[in-house]
């Protein structure tokens, strides 16, 4: 008997009759002799929609109120699916996070968990009940409700794989695995059978949105096997596994794209050992989490720093900037509040020259600007004009080989 931990996405929660097929599938689960710990996220578009509600209020939307409201959309879906399991003669008891023991620090809106004490999760499953569990959610320390991010019913979901000591991780959502590009962007895109945690790593970081990244950095430092398929056709998908040295590794495995960050320059600040030390400890001190970094020197003794946050964290990073720049004698903060990435993905790149040039020529032979340009050992980004990352994606898929 084994102990699956199975979470819906919105899509997959998205109306009665979704949530009517999510609990026949969990039903054939137990059928098959296995347990199963449910996680739900809030059904379609509808944490969208609250978000759509505060802004309607006003331009002051408190952290602590945000999470109270976000986390109503999880509670909806986690009553319905428990309902629905009843229909389907499954017992069956709904938890919040904070009942199933997901206690987090203090940080609204992007909670980190701090422990897992799902002893109610543990008691259900004793009494031969399936526990479905908010996903997003949890409790502070400060015993106030937070919530984990968007996205965050994946770490929901491998948190409690890992303190339940499941066998498998499977997140249920609306495509059949992880592609070798977002499919609705490249309609050419591969479906992965397998794909390791260190691309998925940087896939997860750079637009696959597939899974949260921090889903996949919690699952890997806990082992947790990863499998990551449909609830509309209930395929095998892919598995997320640590890289073995029989795989073959892909010079190129994926491609990526994102228009979720925002780009700021500090420009004219003096070129002396510090003053980026004290931009970005004030960064930090506001948690804005900065992505790619660019310094150039001219030859006055300036430099200019430019730097991407997420478009979510624009306002913030701007405030602290300004701020900044005016006790360094900055000459200008300007910003870009819409810009595109395009990612380069492969394990194999690491042994592989020349994909950076092949990279950077494929780009230009379809006129796109590069304006960043940042690398890790298994991966190449560019930021281009947001208009541009679906071409720059497209034709970066097929230069590297990737078509189906
Ligand atoms: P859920 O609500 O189930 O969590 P998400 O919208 O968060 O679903 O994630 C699924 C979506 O991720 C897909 O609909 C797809 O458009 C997008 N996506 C982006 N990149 C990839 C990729 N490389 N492979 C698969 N899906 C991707
Ligand atoms: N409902 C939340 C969101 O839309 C969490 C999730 O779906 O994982 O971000
Ligand atoms: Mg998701």
Same mark, same amino acid.
């Given at each position: 008997?084994?102990?699956?931990?199975?979470?819906?996405?919105?899509?997959?929660?998205?109306?009665?009759? !979704?949530? !009517?097929?999510?609990?026949?599938?969990? @039903?054939?689960?137990?059928?098959?002799?296995?347990?199963?710990?449910?996680?739900?996220?809030?059904?379609?578009?509808?944490?969208?929609?609250?978000?759509?509600?505060?802004?309607?209020?006003?331009?002051? &939307?408190?952290?602590?109120?945000?999470?109270?409201?976000?986390?109503?959309?999880? $509670?909806?879906?986690?009553?319905?699916? +428990?309902?629905?399991?009843?229909?389907?003669?499954?017992?069956?008891?709904?938890?919040?996070?904070?009942?199933?023991?997901?206690?987090?620090?203090?940080?609204?809106?992007?909670?980190?968990?701090?422990?897992?004490?799902?002893? $109610?999760?543990?008691?259900?499953?004793?009494?031969?009940?399936?526990?479905?569990?908010?996903?997003?959610?949890?409790?502070?320390?400060?015993?106030?409700?937070?919530?984990?991010?968007?996205?965050?019913?994946?770490?929901?979901?491998?948190?409690?794989?890992?303190?339940?000591?499941?066998? +498998?991780?499977?997140?249920?959502?609306?495509?059949?695995?992880?592609?070798?590009?977002?499919? &609705?962007?490249?309609?050419?895109?591969?479906?992965?059978?397998?794909?390791?945690?260190?691309?998925?790593?940087?896939?997860?970081?750079?637009?696959?949105?597939?899974?949260?990244?921090?889903?996949?950095?919690?699952?890997?430092?806990?082992?947790?096997?990863?499998?990551? !398929?449909?609830?509309? #056709?209930?395929?095998?998908?892919?598995?997320?596994?640590?890289?073995? =040295? #029989?795989?073959?590794?892909?010079?190129?495995?994926?491609? #990526?794209?994102?228009? +979720?960050?925002?780009?700021? =320059?500090?420009?004219?600040?003096?070129?002396?050992?510090?003053?980026?030390?004290?931009?970005? &400890?004030?960064?930090?001190?506001?948690?804005?989490?900065?992505?790619?970094?660019?310094?150039? #020197?001219? =030859?006055?003794?300036?430099?200019?720093?430019?730097?991407?946050?997420?478009? =979510?964290?624009?306002?913030?990073?701007? $405030?602290?900037?300004?701020?900044?720049?005016?006790?360094?004698?900055?000459?200008?903060?300007?910003?870009?509040? !819409?810009?595109? &990435?395009?990612?380069?993905?492969?394990?194999?790149?690491?042994?592989?020259?020349?994909?950076?040039?092949?990279?950077?020529?494929?780009?230009?032979?379809?006129?796109?600007?590069?304006?960043?340009?940042?690398?890790?050992?298994?991966?190449?980004?560019?930021?281009?004009? @947001?208009?541009?990352?679906?071409?720059?994606?497209?034709?970066?898929?097929?230069?590297?080989?990737?078509?189906?």
């Amino acid at each position: 008997m084994a102990l699956v931990v199975q979470k819906y996405g919105g899509t997959s929660v998205g109306d009665a009759e !979704r949530i !009517r097929a999510v609990a026949e599938h969990v @039903a054939q689960t137990l059928e098959r002799g296995d347990q199963v710990v449910v996680v739900v996220s809030a059904m379609g578009k509808f944490t969208d929609e609250l978000i759509a509600l505060a802004e309607g209020i006003g331009p002051d &939307r408190p952290p602590r109120e945000m999470d109270m409201l976000l986390t109503a959309g999880e $509670r909806i879906s986690m009553a319905l699916v +428990s309902m629905a399991l009843g229909a389907r003669g499954v017992q069956s008891a709904s938890f919040t996070g904070s009942q199933a023991g997901i206690i987090t620090d203090t940080d609204h809106t992007k909670a980190k968990i701090l422990e897992m004490r799902p002893e $109610r999760i543990i008691e259900a499953l004793e009494q031969g009940l399936v526990p479905v569990v908010a996903g997003f959610q949890g409790v502070s320390t400060d015993r106030d409700i937070t919530t984990l991010g968007r996205g965050g019913s994946d770490v929901t979901a491998v948190a409690l794989a890992s303190a339940l000591k499941a066998d +498998s991780c499977e997140i249920y959502t609306d495509v059949t695995g992880v592609f070798s590009a977002d499919p &609705r962007v490249v309609p050419s895109a591969r479906r992965l059978n397998k794909i390791s945690f260190d691309e998925m790593m940087e896939m997860a970081a750079t637009g696959g949105r597939v899974l949260m990244l921090r889903s996949v950095e919690f699952a890997r430092r806990h082992h947790v096997p990863l499998h990551v !398929r449909s609830s509309f #056709t209930w395929e095998p998908g892919t598995w997320i596994v640590e890289e073995d =040295t #029989t795989m073959e590794e892909a010079v190129v495995t994926a491609i #990526t794209d994102d228009v +979720s960050e925002s780009k700021i =320059t500090v420009a004219g600040v003096p070129d002396k050992p510090g003053i980026a030390a004290k931009l970005f &400890r004030a960064l930090a001190d506001e948690r804005v989490n900065v992505d790619m970094i660019v310094q150039n #020197t001219s =030859t006055l003794g300036s430099a200019d720093i430019s730097f991407t946050v997420a478009s =979510t964290d624009l306002k913030e990073a701007l $405030r602290v900037c300004n701020t900044v720049a005016t006790e360094l004698g900055a000459a200008s903060v300007e910003s870009t509040e !819409r810009i595109g &990435r395009v990612s380069v993905v492969g394990a194999g790149m690491k042994s592989s020259p020349g994909v950076t040039a092949q990279m950077f020529e494929t780009l230009t032979a379809h006129g796109i600007n590069i304006e960043m340009i940042s690398t890790s050992s298994i991966r190449i980004s560019c930021v281009v004009d @947001a208009e541009k990352v679906g071409e720059a994606v497209r034709a970066l898929h097929t230069a590297f080989g990737l078509d189906a």
